[in-house]
T-cell receptor, first 111, second 108 residues
Framework: NAGVTQTPKFQVLKTGQSMTLQCAQD?????MYWYRQDPGMGLRLIYY???????DKGEVPNGYNVSRLNKREFSLRLESAAPSQTSVYFC??????????FGQGTRLTVV | KNEVEQSPQNLTAQEGEFITINCSYS?????LHWLQQHPGGGIVSLFM???GKKKHGRLIATINIQEKHSSLHITASHPRDSAVYIC??????????FGKGTKLSVKP
């Protein structure tokens, strides 16, 4: 009964380093999302995937890439991390007309 | 202007008090969600509603589609209810737009 599993939980990167955040869901949901959460702001959509094989930009996509590897997995990649990408990242999934399920979050610091 | 506005931003209550958090939105929606986030923790969905009222334990959520307004009520509040409560709406593409959250602190 895992729901949405997101890794890692914490990460510190140096400016310019790259990393991939992993997300997997076991609920057979079509839609998956990546959000970032910054102090004083609501969650903002980075990228989403409405179904396997499709991805679309959200509100704040610059500096990120995504891959919907299969129906279960949706990864977020930072190719060259910048301090402005210091944030808490959440993966989420939804079935059609259903509530959203969130991962535990990744606290990323870029120094 | 934010498409989803919550009030208040911060709320402190004494244990046992009745609490109301409000959410107003300015876009067309297919559903509204209330979410809970504990400090340092993940985000949990409390309610998803598109009309009327839902109740789960001490929590009640209502929505008025005509007025584009929803409320989350907590009866007999308890310190363990201390968390950030987030309102979000599902818009036409199926995506969610989030409010900035209401930080609730319930004192014993």
């Amino acid at each position: 009964n895992a729901g949405v599993t997101q890794t890692p939980k914490f990460q510190v990167l140096k400016t310019g380093q790259s990393m991939t955040l992993q997300c997997a869901q076991d609920m057979n949901h079509n839609s998956m999302y990546w959000y970032r959460q910054d102090p004083g702001m609501g969650l903002r959509l980075i990228y989403y995937s409405a179904s396997e094989g499709t991805t679309d930009k959200g509100e704040v996509p610059n500096g990120y890439n995504v891959s919907r590897l299969n129906k279960r997995e949706f990864s977020l990649r930072l190719e060259s991390a910048a301090p402005s990408q210091t944030s808490v990242y959440f993966c989420a999934s939804r079935g059609t007309g259903s509530q959203a399920f969130f991962g535990q979050g990744t606290r990323l610091t870029v120094v | 202007k934010n498409e989803v506005e919550q009030s208040p931003q911060n709320l402190t209550a004494q244990e046992g008090e009745f609490i109301t958090i409000n959410c107003s939105y300015s876009v067309g929606i297919s559903a509204l969600h209330w979410l809970q986030q504990h400090p340092g923790g993940g985000i949990v969905s409390l309610f998803m509603l598109s009309s009327g009222k839902k109740k789960h334990g001490r929590l009640i959520a209502t929505i008025n589609i005509q007025e584009k307004h929803s409320s989350l009520h907590i009866t007999a509040s308890h310190p363990r209810d201390s968390a950030v409560y987030i309102c979000a709406v599902t818009v036409s593409q199926g995506n969610l737009i989030f409010g900035k959250g209401t930080k609730l602190s319930v004192k014993p």
